[in-house]
């Protein structure tokens, strides 16, 4: 019996197994859910108004959030209360409401709105995050792809694209990215902070979404603060970081924040305040209460949620190593946060791959999905999500992966 035989109906006695497994979005475990249970009850009569002398049932409080709620997220950004904008879930929904007064107004420096400029161009890492894709898409603004690396961005290529004066921004995910787990070195930071741009409007949009997302026993350092490397390099407006909490209290019903130069906040809570009279001050007041009283605060609670996801991801890189180390067929990244790993195959069958874990029960993220347009140039990519099941199933949904990653191999192979 041949290899790809052999293979075939190994994989064939896998389906008969008739397994049902998930490994496709980074959703948190409902045991994350229940440490933050205690939420839920937190606020009581006896909290109608907060320390700062505002009363959450009330519209007054301001657009950029309660003052405790900024200090505490804008502590966890590294950045002043000042500097910080909390809002409703999620930071996603802040950087796309940014992003549409770009287009609409300008930001602060704009000469113009974004819309009013022969074309406007981002800056976007791959492998990345595809709701950064998708957001940009649905804008109008064209991609322009660098690597990611174990640095951050490719430099050299960011510094040379800043120089196209239709190449307004940037968007990437700084720490822990999405989906390689790599973060940006002193270095980098440094250089995205002090390049030139061919415009005076340059923005980078920083997703800190894993900032606090360690998996490792204690935090690792964290990566030079990309709004104080700005300011230092006369270049204070340059960048909006955002966050949320969604993989930190309850996905669906967190908060989420930004951050950037004070008279940037000043710009866009100006245009803010014309959508709305006010964010969700009870969620907020709820948030403080709960994250003020976590034992150790929030590293207590990221302690608790990275014990929880460590068995998870050390099950795929115990089976990846088991079953595909120094094979050739695939390389993965070893993240020591955030909520992903990064699988390369060898040989251009990542779609393959993923059809063939489908067919055996295993839900994968579509391959494509971590490049623009789901377009993966070497049809290599694949995300692994594993922090929703149990580190039982995951453990079985991997070797269900490493034996889709060698029969598409040796499909590719067979093929010629």
């Given at each position: 019996m041949s290899e790809l035989e052999a293979l075939r109906e190994q994989?064939?006695?896998?389906?008969?197994?008739?397994?049902?497994?998930?490994?496709?979005?980074?959703?948190?475990?409902?045991?994350?859910?229940?440490?933050?249970?205690?939420?839920?009850?937190?606020?009581?009569?006896?909290d109608v108004v907060t320390p700062g002398k505002v009363a959450i049932r009330n519209y007054p409080g301001g657009i950029a959030g309660l003052a405790e709620a900024r200090a505490l997220f804008g502590e966890m950004l590294g950045v002043r209360p000042e500097e910080t904008i909390v809002g409703?879930?999620?930071?996603?929904?802040?950087?796309?409401?940014?992003?549409?007064w770009a287009m609409l107004r300008g930001l602060k420096d704009s000469p113009r709105p974004w819309t009013k400029e022969d074309k406007t161009k981002f800056i976007v890492t791959v492998p990345g995050y595809d709701?950064?894709?998708?957001?940009?898409?649905?804008?109008?603004?064209?991609?322009?792809?660098?690597?990611?690396?174990?640095?951050?961005?490719?430099?050299d290529a960011v510094e040379a694209l800043a120089l196209d004066p239709t190449v307004r921004g940037m968007a990437f995910v700084?720490?822990?990215?999405?989906?390689?787990?790599?973060?940006?070195?002193?270095?980098?930071?440094?250089?995205?902070?002090?390049?030139?741009?061919?415009?005076?409007?340059?923005?980078?949009?920083a997703d800190d979404a894993y900032i606090v997302h360690f998996l490792t026993e204690q935090p690792g350092e964290r990566p030079y603060n990309l709004l104080r490397a700005c300011e230092e390099a006369g270049n204070p407006d340059r960048v909006y970081l955002f966050g949320s909490t969604s993989k930190i209290t309850f996905a669906g019903?967190?908060?989420?924040?930004?951050?950037?130069?004070?008279?940037?906040?000043?710009?866009?809570?100006?245009?803010?305040g014309t959508q709305f009279i006010g964010p969700n001050k009870i969620e907020q007041y709820r948030h403080v209460k709960f994250i003020q009283?976590?034992?150790?605060?929030?590293?207590?609670?990221?302690?608790?949620?990275?014990?929880?996801?460590?068995?998870?991801?050390?099950?795929?890189?115990?089976?990846?190593?088991?079953?595909?180390?120094?094979?050739?067929?695939?390389?993965?990244?070893?993240?020591?946060?955030?909520?992903?790993?990064?699988?390369?195959?060898?040989?251009?069958?990542?779609?393959?791959?993923?059809?063939?874990?489908?067919?055996?029960?295993?839900?994968l993220t579509p391959a494509g999905a971590t490049y623009p347009h789901k377009q993966d140039p070497h049809n290599a990519n694949i995300r692994l999500s594993p922090?929703?099941?149990?580190?039982?199933?995951?453990?079985?949904?991997?070797?269900?992966v490493a034996l889709c990653v060698k029969l598409a191999s040796a499909e590719y192979e067979a093929e010629g």
């Open positions: 994989f064939e006695q896998v389906k008969s197994l008739g397994l049902a497994l998930n490994m496709q979005r980074g959703q948190p475990s409902d045991q994350d859910f229940d440490l933050a249970n205690p939420m839920l009850t937190i606020v009581d009569a006896e409703n879930n999620s930071s996603l929904k802040l950087m796309s409401n940014t992003l549409m709701r950064h894709f998708t957001l940009l898409d649905a804008l109008g603004i064209e991609m322009v792809c660098v690597d990611m690396t174990p640095e951050g961005p490719d430099m700084p720490t822990y990215s999405n989906p390689t787990g790599d973060t940006v070195s002193e270095a980098t930071v440094r250089r995205l902070a002090s390049m030139p741009t061919a415009v005076p409007d340059f923005t980078i949009f019903a967190g908060l989420g924040f930004m951050a950037s130069s004070v008279d940037n906040v000043k710009y866009i809570v100006g245009l803010m009283k976590y034992p150790g605060g929030l590293m207590g609670l990221m302690a608790d949620h990275a014990a929880l996801l460590r068995p998870k991801f050390q099950a795929v890189q115990d089976v990846l190593a088991r079953e595909l180390d120094g094979t050739g067929l695939a390389t993965w990244s070893n993240p020591q946060g955030g909520y992903f790993v990064s699988l390369d195959t060898a040989k251009p069958v990542a779609d393959r791959v993923v059809a063939l874990a489908k067919e055996a029960g295993v839900s922090s929703r099941p149990p580190a039982a199933e995951v453990e079985k949904a991997m070797e269900v």
